[in-house]
């Protein structure tokens, strides 16, 4: 059952649930009817502070492997989740948080987040490739202030997040 916030009644048509992802899929064939090269898809998706659910696992899947959405990115569980390419299409199932106020000493992960680029190269015969790069970031709970996390700034968020990101075997590298 969905439940449309009592204070948003106008989300009522576009959560994802309800869209289904036959009608999100319908959306991206209609933007690309009207001339979209790349449709790239927003999800608000997920149960805060868990793994990635069964339910983002079907619609990635289904959306990917309909060729009308060729990047999914999620976010609304508050930790980092895994990417993944299906189809020759990734999906970054959540890049965990860039500000909140959440304090990672009671929410273990909050405090972690990447940033993500999809790069998307067209070959001679016209066909889309993609590659994929992030950059891990770690919010200081003194400061609030969102740094880089890289080997030597931020080290175990940084292992943390790359560890998270290639859990599905994606592909996608850390920014250098």
């Given at each position: 059952?969905?439940?449309?916030p009592?204070?948003?009644?106008?989300?009522?048509?576009?959560?994802?649930?309800?869209?289904?992802?036959?009608?999100?899929?319908?959306?991206?064939?209609e933007?690309?009817?009207q001339?979209?090269?790349?449709?790239?898809v927003?999800?608000?998706?997920?149960?805060?502070?868990?793994?990635?659910?069964?339910?983002?696992?079907?619609?990635?899947?289904?959306?990917?492997?309909?060729?009308?959405?060729?990047?999914?990115?999620?976010?609304?569980?508050?930790?980092?989740?895994?990417?993944?390419?299906?189809?020759?299409?990734?999906?970054?199932?959540?890049?965990?948080?860039?500000?909140?106020?959440?304090?990672?000493?009671y929410l273990?992960?909050?405090?972690?987040g990447?940033?993500?680029?999809?790069?998307?190269?067209?070959?001679?015969?016209?066909?889309?490739?993609?590659?994929?790069?992030?950059?891990?970031?770690?919010?200081?709970?003194?400061?609030?202030?969102?740094?880089l996390?890289?080997?030597?700034?931020?080290?175990?968020?940084?292992?943390?997040?790359?560890?998270?990101?290639?859990?599905?075997?994606?592909?996608?590298k850390?920014?250098?």
């Amino acid at each position: 059952m969905v439940i449309t916030p009592r204070d948003a009644p106008w989300l009522k048509d576009n959560l994802y649930a309800v869209r289904t992802p036959e009608g999100i899929e319908a959306d991206a064939a209609e933007a690309r009817k009207q001339g979209a090269d790349i449709v790239v898809v927003s999800m608000h998706w997920g149960i805060e502070y868990k793994p990635v659910s069964a339910e983002q696992k079907k619609y990635a899947d289904a959306l990917l492997r309909s060729g009308q959405v060729d990047w999914i990115i999620g976010n609304h569980p508050h930790i980092v989740q895994p990417c993944q390419k299906i189809d020759g299409r990734y999906v970054s199932y959540a890049l965990g948080n860039l500000f909140s106020g959440q304090q990672a000493a009671y929410l273990p992960g909050t405090a972690d987040g990447a940033y993500a680029s999809v790069t998307f190269t067209r070959d001679a015969d016209g066909k889309i490739s993609q590659s994929m790069t992030y950059q891990p970031t770690y919010q200081d709970q003194k400061t609030r202030v969102v740094q880089l996390a890289t080997p030597s700034q931020n080290p175990a968020s940084y292992a943390k997040t790359t560890a998270t990101m290639g859990a599905f075997g994606c592909d996608a590298k850390p920014a250098s």
